[in-house]
DNA sequence: GGGTGAGTTTGACGTGGATCAATGGAGCCC
DNA sequence: GGGCTCCATTGATCCACGTCAAACTCACCC
């Protein structure tokens, strides 16, 4: 009901089709066949775009479809009743979101774009139809679901056991680790987020995330201009997190 | 290939049966007709007996079933190269374990059982074969998966954004109501796991579970004597969680 | 061009939980 | 029944990160 409210008049309607997709590798058709990959054209009705601070969806709306980023990122996130945010991810190109809502046939977290962006929109009903015939589809599926929670328990490692110069070092190399996987350059990127946004992610205050970035340029390990990073010690941030507390 | 060994003397080759379980409500067959779980019977092959401290499965161990816990207690584990260990969960009977071995093809984490314990073995190959044709299953195992991420994103939660008495809390209300949806008191039980288990799950020092503990005690919140709990205001400690700071 | 506001950096200080250390059970085995 | 081992509790101290506050940067707009 309120979902409506959330896309003016950005939604679109314009047919998609994976199979001419340059996200192939990335996304949901990986590892498919062909022919697999023509029957997905079935599945993918339209696109929406999302503008930035634009919800995708709320915690609470209905469940009706997952969906595969196409352009931009998305955070997404728990509030508690006393206000309290947790950010539970960032999202970008290719990757999945909306599997949380399937549990109870309503989303149980927000997802909001954190620049201009566009998703592919997959029906749910359609989905799991089309997957009880096309295998490959099926098991796909599969792994993007449990990627998603395999992910998680890393970010419980984080959250649970590093300390924050670790936190931050492990969120730079993973971003790195997924813009190379998109082609783009392993060292230098822009964040979409702010600082306060890697904090709740991190499990830290904003300061702390700031500090921890002056820190790593002043050891030469990056360096940073406001959102924009240079990674030039990937090595050093490697250690870092494997040999935490560094002489002691 | 190790995973042999790990299961000496104790595997058994009991068949078991869904459509005679009495976990119906709790498990994988919730929310399936009377015709579905029978077909549900040539799903679950084998049981599988597993003692206490002794691996369900460990990480890097191929990934060939998922495992519903017919009698006992788990926990899983990520472990860093240094040693540091992040407990991401504790599983009880009617729970799934395994679910994370689908996204590598290999089990990312530690499955260790708290006692003596046992399973339902079932082959993932064979669940993704006769869920493309038994509808329910489908739907049902998607759930469970979902179920698994929205868990998760409330662990981050915790790690993220509570303090050490608010995250105990949450933990004990979480166990009590795990307890209550098994048909056992809310109020009273025993703890599988150590101070050092529970601390380690919940991002904290053991040192600071115990005296979280001994607090809640002092304030009349439950009654402590090493694992045997019994929760004497469960009101207050969920007052806790939404009101952080008692007054500030 | 300067005013406004959101986001970031940096410093000074406070504190929640970690660390270190000692003591106290409970269960188990000989 | 006494000694061993594992776990839990409790106290004293420390420190990583949070909090509070001020200044700085950049973008945007009138």
Redesign the interface.
Known sequence: MQMKATVPITAADIKSACSQCNLLELCLPFGMNEHEINRLDELVGTRRKVKRQQHLYRAGDPFEAIYAIRIGWFKTD?V???G?????GFQMTGEMLG??????EAH??NAVALEDSEVCVIAYDKL?EL???V?GL??QF?????????R??????L????RAEERLAAFLLNLSQRFTARGFSAAEFHLRMTRDEIG????LKLETVSRAFSRFQDDGMIAVQQKHIRILDPEKLRKL????VAVR
């Open positions: 728990v508690l009743e006393d309290r945010e947790q950010v539970t599997l949380d809502g399937i549990s109870t149980s977290c799991e997957s009880r015939e295998e099926q098991h599969h792994k993007v679901m449990s990627r998603e929670i395999v998680d328990h890393g970010v419980m490692m959250l649970g056991s590093m709740s992610y991190l499990g997190i494997q040999h935490p």
